[in-house]
């Protein structure tokens, strides 16, 4: 069992990698979001809800895509070392007891670059590490 | 300002104290509420005792979970949430449609690393990992919490009350810490909580008078999380008409001990306390007592594909620390031993069928009656020391 779990989880990661338009996921945020990269630590604190302003004070707003997507998988766990059901776990015990809002869901990737492009403060994930016009593009460190 | 004068008189306390707030008001951009909820059936058959219904003559289908909650950012510093619940839960539970909390949440101090707040109103009580979500399924470890810890039978003292906590959080190096400490005044009045205090329905009022709690938890940066959680909470009773019972007193205290370590897929955690619990003044027919419970249970839990979960627990509950086999009970009151423990090995299995949708089913196998509900099982000498029961539960989330 453990094995065909991690064959799973590989299979969706080879598919990201070799899928000719993915580079690997990249970090997205509205271009008003000060700086030019991330901690990892900082990302995982903003996935998980623990850090909701940016050093600025700026509000966070934080969009994810579905929790089955093959990009949310793959940033899931590529990025954050997490596992998709551990994060909706996490944003489960923190939304409905009322101390945290649970991240923005967005269908697919044209409307996650959307919604960040249109939402101050924004953060969001691509599969593809590329420039896109509107956003800006967060190097991990 | 719109939105601080629907907050009645607080809008003057607030809107002066968020001047001196670092958050800036005009900055919060993105939707300022949410709504999201869940409605889950449950099935229940036993053998030899009932539970959430008659499960041991046929099928009980009267386990129905049903919310409803709501969050809105009223203001960048200000966060109003609140929870509509269904529940039904055999005879232990009749009280259908109920405000299950609803809070604002007023953060006065925040930064990027670090919160402070106050939230106030009817409050989901902190206890241990699962108590402020313990009606939401998915957040469940399995259709039933382990019931020494998350007494099914005492719920509506642990669910929400009114009061306010203070809370922060603040993420370091190592790791994530988080508090919060509070006052409450908590709700003592239901017929089970009655069952598990003063042994059985009474015709007079237990009247909370006040609560104290707080909870630590600790982060690691090791997936461990390490909590303690911390209650007090006292009550006294109002006898009615033709009561047997005098104007008593009882009081709670507890300190819970968490621990869960995350490996992969894999989820260790364990949950102990030696709850105390007092009742003086009763008269003659209820004596003075001074009890320790011992309540806690280890549990793993197995994501062996991504939507499939196995768990595996063994949850323990002795009502009396000195009295483990109940055999000093038995010989001074007749009544049986083995409503003085319980012991319950449970057997779970997680299916998450679609983002939307769960699926579960649960067996159990239990010795001892300490935690059987009373109200499903009103006649005490009927009860039977070993039982097994399953579950299976439907969960739709939205």
Known sequence: ?141 | MTASRRLGWNSLLLGSLLAVSPVRADELAGPRYQIQGFAAQGLIGSTNNRFFGDSRNGVSTEFTEAGLHGTWQALDAVRLSGQILYRRAGESDRDGLRVDYAQADWQFYQTDVSQLGLKFGKVKLPYGLYNETRDVPFTRSGILLPQSVYVDNSRDLLLAAPGAFLHGASVQEYGAFDFLLGWVRPNFDSPSVDYSFLGNTRPGKLEGKGALGARLRWDLPTDTTLMLTYANARAEYAPGSSDTLAAGKVQFRNILFTAQQRLDTVTLTAEYGEPRFDTAGFGPFLPNSHRVIQAGYLQGEWRFLPAWELMLRHDVFYRDKHDKDGRLFAAATGLPAHSMFARDTTLGLRWDTTPNLMLRAEFHHVDGTGWLPGPDNPVFLSREQRWNMWLLQAAYRF
Request: net charge positive; with cysteine; charged share 20%.
């Open chain 1, 1 to 141: 069992m453990a094995q065909a779990y991690f064959f799973f989880w590989r299979l969706v990661l080879l598919t990201c990698l070799l899928s000719p338009l993915t580079a690997s996921a990249g970090i997205i945020v509205n271009p008003d979001v000060e700086g030019h990269s991330i901690s990892i630590t900082s990302l995982r604190n903003i996935y998980t809800l623990r850090q909701t302003l940016w050093p600025n004070h700026q509000p966070i707003v934080v969009f994810v895509l579905p929790d089955d997507h093959p990009a949310h998988v793959a940033f899931a766990k590529e990025k954050l070392g997490l596992y998709p059901y551990r994060l909706r776990q996490t944003w489960d015990r923190m939304s409905f007891s009322g101390m945290a809002s649970a991240p923005i869901q967005v269908k697919d990737e044209n409307e996650m670059r959307a919604r960040v492009r249109a939402t101050p403060g924004a953060i969001g994930y691509t599969s593809k590490d590329m420039v896109y016009d509107g956003i800006k593009t967060l190097r991990l460190e």
